[in-house]
């Protein structure tokens, strides 16, 4: 009898968690993917009006939208790159292993949005939920991140960013990745 029990509550809980995993996981998404649209609108808009180095700063703080899930302690979400511009988007050494196996996908003929990595730890307290996507280069992305940046850009660029080794991508290549953590508990 106890044995069932047993049974039955691992079960319950176990399914619960997936729901739970399931409902983080499309919150994720729909935030990442209204953040890369919103990034492509604003920066879209603002280099028609060609002041690049205005919106120099779209790229960092349309990003920080992303703090809307950021908000409690569970949840950490970040964009990582293995050619970064801020040395606070390098990644850490797992992160790059992920990154590199994106590459080595995308060569191989995967889809770019099959460039998913989901993974959940689970230890005696609590269950961690990662998920990494990839970020592709578009059209838009080339006038500060493609090989031909305008100089004024560049001096722009290299001013509040020394070390930059975000340029010469071409479209289609992984520009980097939304890299998401989130502790169940
Ligand atoms: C107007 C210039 C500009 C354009 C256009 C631009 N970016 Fe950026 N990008 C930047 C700057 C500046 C940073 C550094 C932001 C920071 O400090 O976090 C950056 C950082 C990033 C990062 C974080 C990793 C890193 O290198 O630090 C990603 C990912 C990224 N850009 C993707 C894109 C994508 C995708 C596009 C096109 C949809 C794009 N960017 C277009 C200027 C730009």
Do not use: W
Not at 70 to 97: D, G, H, V, W
Not at 115 to 140: D, G, M, R, S, W
């Amino acid at each position: 009898m106890k044995i069932y029990f047993l049974l039955f509550y691992f079960i319950i809980f176990h399914l619960k968690s997936d729901d739970d995993i399931n409902y983080q996981e499309k919150l994720v998404i729909a935030t990442i993917n209204k953040t890369m649209k919103n990034l492509k609108n604003k920066l879209q808009i603002a280099l028609k009006d060609g002041d690049i180095v205005s919106a120099l700063k779209i790229c960092s703080v349309e990003a920080q939208d992303l703090t809307i899930l950021n908000s409690t302690e569970k949840t950490s979400i970040k964009r990582i790159s293995l050619k970064y511009r801020n040395p606070a988007n390098k990644p850490t050494k797992q992160e790059a292993l992920i990154l590199k196996s994106f590459e080595e996908k995308l060569q191989s003929g995967t889809e770019f949005k099959d460039l998913v990595f989901k993974k959940t730890t689970t230890n005696y307290k609590e269950k961690t939920y990662i998920f990494i996507k990839a970020i592709p280069v578009k059209e838009v992305c080339l006038n500060c991140h493609g090989s031909n940046v305008s100089n004024k850009v560049l001096r722009q660029i290299k001013i509040n960013y020394p070390d930059d080794k975000a340029i010469d991508f071409n479209i289609g290549e992984i520009r980097g990745a939304f890299s998401v953590r989130h502790i169940f508990n």
